[in-house]
């Protein structure tokens, strides 16, 4: 099935098939954090074990919290929220979740902090974080004055107090800080300007931090609330199956017209990607749920869809792809924080659908496609791993599909091409 620099896709008829998937990577993040801040040994079982989370667990290290991998489990020592200055700058990849959440984080420690990472996350911007951090008593500045890392803290803790922040920025940024809060000196209140994006991203941080002891006070979306004077609380924590790895393989069924289960995801679950399942009834699918599994039934034929993604970003590549099967025009909206992520996610993803044929249209914050005349086509990864996840799923239907770079996957999902390739072999 592979190459060394590229993979061909075999296609498929309608599968019919049984999957796992990774630990959630968004609830692994987190975890990490609330574990490496706490005092005292934690063990993280089912987690993500990726890239992602190897950069996460290697800034925490370095700013003194013990970690561990155990087989599929983070065995993690925190530091009771004393944190320690880095012998040397923090090297994080492009892993965008590691830069913000541990940025904040340095904030609580003492002396300097570096945090770099590669050539495209020296072009993401993060100022609205620094500028917040700065409002609640931090030191932290773009070494290079372009509102990008690499970011320099100066650690002296946080004092605490209100700050107000754009909604339709990151919500990544909301995590970063209601995650350090509970060090700060005084209750740390975050206010929202205008709409919040990806909202269940921010109830998952909530969530976490509830279970290892943290309360959040909040007012709906328009302002959190971290009363001062709380610390995490070690023990053993579980973590979700990924819905976001999940999405791909009920896509797959749908792309096929077959039967896909996943096994360990659920819909009490907070992941805001958990709504693709939604979405994919629209265009016709038919869906099963148990307490820790989802089946999906593809149709003959799937309808187009126009859908609103603000809360479920990480599936808009996802659907994108589906879209090329669809009868008639699919249109994905309220999404334009995709164009600073690992990629522009928006202008790679129609760059690579009008290589197969397809119709695209590209907006500020979203995209529109409609089916053509389909063929195979080498796809260009943009070093992203949804980039390369999604449109592996063109090649079961169309020949020829050829996916360069893909160890790109390592980044959250490192088997999924073997994944994939299970579900017809």
């Not at 609640?136 to 605490?160: F, H, Y």
């Not at 990806?198 to 976490?208: E, F, G, L, R």
Request: proline share 4%.
């Amino acid at each position: 099935m592979s190459a060394r620099n590229s993979v061909r896709i075999e296609q498929a008829g309608p599968l019919d098939a049984s999957v796992r998937v990774p630990g959630s990577k968004s609830q692994t993040a987190r975890a990490l954090v609330t574990a490496g801040l706490a005092d005292g040994e934690s063990l993280l079982r089912q987690a993500a074990i990726c890239d992602d989370a190897r950069y996460m667990s290697d800034g925490l290290r370095a700013l003194g919290a013990t970690v561990e991998t155990d087989g599929g489990s983070f065995r993690v020592t925190g530091t009771g929220g004393a944190l320690q200055e880095p012998a040397e700058p923090l090297f994080l990849g492009n892993a965008g979740t590691a830069m913000r959440f541990l940025i904040a984080a340095a904030c609580l420690g003492r002396g300097r902090c570096v945090l770099d990472g590669n050539a495209r996350m020296r072009e993401r911007p993060i100022q609205y974080l620094l500028d917040a951090l700065g409002s609640l008593g931090a030191t932290a500045r773009s070494v290079n004055d372009n509102s990008c890392p690499p970011v320099e803290i100066v650690g002296n803790g946080l004092k605490g107090g209100a700050v107000s922040m754009r909604g339709d920025m990151s919500s990544q940024y909301f995590t970063a800080i209601l995650l350090a809060a509970p060090y700060a000196a005084n209750d740390v209140e975050l206010l929202v300007e205008g709409d919040l994006a990806s909202k269940p991203y921010v109830d998952m941080t909530i969530d976490v931090m509830r279970d290892f002891g943290v309360t959040v006070e909040r007012n709906g979306y328009e302002s959190f609330t971290v009363p001062t004077g709380q610390k995490y609380a070690s023990g053993e924590y579980a973590i979700e199956g990924d819905w976001s790895a999940a999405s791909y393989f009920l896509a797959a069924a749908a792309i096929t017209g077959g039967r896909v289960r996943v096994e360990n995801v659920s819909l009490e679950s907070r992941q805001g990607d958990k709504g693709f399942v939604r979405v994919l009834e629209e265009m016709g699918c038919q869906s099963k749920c148990g307490p820790e599994e989802v089946e999906m039934l593809g149709p003959d034929a799937l309808n187009a869809v126009d859908v609103d993604l603000n809360s479920m970003p990480d599936v808009a590549q996802t659907l994108a792809v589906a879209a090329l099967f669809a009868e008639g025009e699919t249109t994905i909206r309220n999404v334009a924080n995709l164009r600073v992520k690992e990629c522009d996610r928006i202008a790679a993803t129609a760059t690579e659908l009008r290589k197969l044929g397809a119709a695209v249209e590209e907006f500020p914050d979203g995209l529109s496609i409609r089916p053509g005349e389909l063929h195979g086509a080498e796809i260009d990864t943009y070093d992203d791993h949804r980039m390369a996840m999604s449109f592996a799923l063109a090649g079961l239907r169309i020949p020829g599909v050829i996916i360069k770079d893909p160890d790109c996957v390592s980044k959250t999902f490192p088997d999924y091409f073997k994944t994939l390739e299970s579900l017809y072999v």
